[in-house]
């Protein structure tokens, strides 16, 4: 093989190996960040080695094996908290080579459990909690975490030691929490993982509508939770909501990258395998008794409009109902304006419309593109042009997306004397 083609090798390895390493190494030495350290070795090592020995059978069980060693030299340097880290010394030399896949395989599912809940604990600040998750566990580089979010590298390496140090520092132990804090802390897993799904599905900011690859990774995660929590149905929940709505990726732009909105959009183009996965996903999450959380009523909504085969076959009244359900579990600004838009499409913009004017007078979404764009839509289809395009103007100017701010334009100037059309 060539060094070509065996870095590219390494490359694929480590997305696989990267996370099962790091988590099986902060179990041993109980800091993410000197894991992370010392995986990271592991692969210099791999570089270094591979080009010319070739690619081990088992590179996994061959970067665990060099990581391990390279913690044994890094606690025997060491000059405090001897005792300790003799013991843990003692504890990582125990498995002998032979039996190192078996020891790997049987402590996988909690290290890697274990990882995810330290990724994204609470002491950590939501961003922090994005970026440690994608490195960590997503295997990402701080380049490719940057580009995705579109900050600078700088920020992205600051927030990543920032975490590390900040873990650190509160002594957050290495370990799947129970009881009630189990339920606490899950709660801040799904939301970093849904996070990141959104940035994939809409993004924020920048030239580009969507970034799939982000929603890839987003979807990746999910179904590693859903693999080492298999009772938690609100995991299944995020699982299935993400899983439809990627359905209509492909979808949801036309030839130069331009939006297509929802009810504009080819279903035939929809990933059916990706729906019908979604659909078991939702249906594991009822049978364990959580068809009223807030993920899984996300992901009921999303699956009427998947067995819509046209806009006019969508169960509208039914989505405004599971809004009205979400509402009262989760209420919030953001959730109110979807509903208000269920709302519309079942009863008429008139409606939607009232609810709106609600939010608007209550301020809560002020800065918000998505409350003058809804507004602007319910005004376009009550036929008073003049203000839907004054709200069309607004949301382009609010959004930092570039695709989206022409869209809205697009959308203004339909709304001009003699171009008008709901």
Known sequence: MTAPATHRTIDAVWRIESARLIAGLARMVRDVG????????????????WPESGVPDNPGAWLMATAKHRAIDTLRRSTTLERKQEE????????????????????????LLGLVFTCCHPVLSTEARIALTLRLLGGLTTPEIARAFLVSEATVAQRIVRAKRTLAAAHVPFEVPDGNELADRLASVLEVVYLVFNEGYSASAGDDWMRPALCEE???LGRILAGLAPTE?????????????????????????????????DRARWDRLLINRGFAALRRAEDLGGAFGPYALQA???ACHARANAPQETDWQRIAALYDALAQLAPSPVVELNRAVALGMAFGPAAGLELVDALVAAGSLEGYHLLPGVRGDLLAKLARFDEARGEFQRAAALTRNLRERELLLERAWACQPGHERA
């Open 34 to 49: 000197l894991a992370e350290d010392l995986a990271q070795d592991a692969l210099v090592a791999a570089l270094e080695r």
């Open 88 to 111: 843990l010394a003692r504890e990582i030399a125990t498995a002998t080579e032979p039996d190192l896949d078996a020891a790997i395989d049987d402590d996988i599912g909690d290290d």
């Open 218 to 220: 987003a979807m990746r």
């Open 233 to 265: 149905p609100e995991v299944h929940g995020l699982l299935a909501l993400m899983e439809i709505q990627a359905s209509r990726l492909r979808a949801r732009s036309g030839p130069t990258g331009e939006p297509v909105l929802l009810l504009d959009q």
């Open 300 to 302: 009921a909504i999303a």
